[in-house]
């Protein structure tokens, strides 16, 4: 199971409360978290990434392991302490201003 941890105002939208366990088939990349997070949770489309072009949006950043994953290919492979459910993907909103 993959742990993902989303930030409150995705966490209200889809009305969940705390992190989020997903059974994702094949290998762990961040395609295929946000595939089975959206396929459970469709409010989240477009939420997270683009529904046309499927990038992650601008103000939307992913964690694990003390590391910013954001920059990643999709089909990368997340860390194998977040496959094996021992650390959360952590979807993070990020600010902006001055």
Known sequence: MIRVVLP???RTLARIEGEVSL???GAATQ???LDALEARYPMLRGAIRDRATQKRRPFVRFFACERDLSHETPDAE???AV???AEPLLVVGAMAGG
């Open 31 to 33: 395609r295929s978290v």
């Open 23 to 25: 059974k994702v088939s």
């Open 83 to 85: 496959a094996t459910g």
């Open 8 to 10: 409150a105002q995705l």
């Open 78 to 80: 997340l860390p194998a």
